[in-house]
T-cell receptor
Framework: GQQVMQIPQYQHVQEGEDFTTYCNSS?????IQWYKQRPGGHPVFLIQ?????EVKKQKRLTFQFGEAKKNSSLHITATQTTDVGTYFC????????????FGEGTQLTVNP | DSGVTQTPKHLITATGQRVTLRCSPR?????VYWYQQSLDQGLQFLIQ???????AKGNILERFSAQQFPDLHSELNLSSLELGDSALYFC?????????????FGPGTRLTVL
């Protein structure tokens, strides 16, 4: 079945440093979504990418979808303590119907 | 607040028991999804219902079952509980049934099996 792998599993940064998490799928995706889960909270939808090579920005967050639609990345510029949490990618396979496959997540901690 | 409600917030029970988790979707949303999140794990898709009908099934154990009622709330039934079933169970809802729909997650139910 479809697998979505995410690295790194953990990332510790100093406030102000940049952060990137990478997501790779075993199969071609029709779209990829990103979610953020704060400690003790629930996943919150951040963004969805659909087109090959698509790049979207939300303030300090930049999301990319690979040309082959099998990988994606989330980059945060100049991290802040409010960025703390676990970032999940979730891929929708071309034959998956409505079933999202989540990556294991990258847990980000930011030291002030 | 996502608008999705889940009850109870916490549940502690013993092995072999049966529990029911409840989810009310956002107003107007027709799809309900159930996910399991074990400690430091990603989200495992269990099952999706759309307007009362089962839409998609993930790696849901035979001991688990779910349904969506006419008022669109959903229940996840877990039976013959084992220690390994201890996890956070999230419900999410979306407007329609496509995988491209944004899913809004509830606060989750933390299940502890002793």
């Amino acid at each position: 079945g479809q697998q979505v792998m995410q690295i790194p599993q953990y990332q510790h940064v100093q406030e102000g440093e940049d952060f990137t998490t990478y997501c790779n799928s075993s199969t071609t995706l029709s779209n990829i979504q990103w979610y953020k889960q704060r400690p003790g909270g629930h996943p919150v939808f951040l963004i969805q990418l659909v087109k090959s090579g698509e790049v979207k920005k939300q303030k300090r967050l930049t999301f990319q979808f690979g040309e082959a639609k099998k990988n994606s990345s989330l980059h945060i510029t100049a991290t802040q303590t409010t960025d703390v949490g676990t970032y999940f990618c979730a891929g929708l396979g071309e034959t998956s119907g409505s079933r999202l496959t989540f990556g294991e997540g990258t847990q980000l901690t930011v030291n002030p | 607040d996502s608008g999705v409600t889940q009850t109870p917030k916490h549940l502690i029970t013993a092995t072999g028991q049966r529990v029911t988790l409840r989810c009310s979707p956002r107003s107007g949303d027709l799809s309900v999804y159930w996910y399991q999140q074990s400690l430091d794990q990603g989200l495992q898709f269990l099952i999706q219902y759309y307007n009362g009908e089962e839409r998609a099934k993930g790696n849901i154990l035979e001991r688990f079952s779910a349904q969506q009622f006419p008022d669109l709330h959903s229940e996840l039934n877990l039976s013959s509980l084992e220690l390994g079933d201890s996890a956070l169970y999230f419900c999410a809802s979306s407007r329609l049934r496509q995988g491209t729909d944004t899913q809004y997650f509830g606060p989750g139910t933390r299940l502890t099996v002793l």
